[in-house]
Nanobody, 123 residues
């Protein structure tokens, strides 16, 4: 059973930075597509970013382009989300996701989800 454990969330002022980490275990492989979703209070869960197995392909939702960077360390089975220039509207629970499918449509169809980590950005 694949397990994803997020860490690195917290409270930060607007303009600040945070780095989220997601440690994968229990059957994951470097061929998995990994990503991040988020859910703000009263809103639907939304795609944030994804990365393919080799790290050569990434995808971001428009609202975080230029501010967030997704990366992965396959040797450590870990994916990261570096978040810079944070805004109050980035406040949400952030979920790490993984799937064993190809890179086609990386914004959907994830099989595995972490428990989430809270990110709060104060104005």
């Amino acid at each position: 059973q694949v397990q994803l454990v997020e860490s690195g969330g917290g409270l930060v002022q607007a303009g600040g930075s945070l780095r989220l980490s997601c440690a994968a275990s229990g059957g994951t492989s470097s061929s998995f597509v990994m990503g991040w979703f988020r859910q703000a209070p009263g809103k639907d869960r939304e795609f944030v970013a994804a990365i393919n197995w080799g790290g050569g392909s990434t995808d971001y939702t428009d609202s975080v382009k230029g501010r967030f960077t997704i990366s992965r360390d396959n040797a450590r089975n870990t994916v990261y989300l570096q978040m810079n220039s944070l805004k109050p509207e980035d406040t949400a629970v952030y979920y790490c996701v993984a799937r064993s499918r190809s890179w086609i449509n990386p914004r959907a169809s994830y099989d595995y989800w972490g428990q989430g980590t809270q990110v709060t950005v104060s104005s």
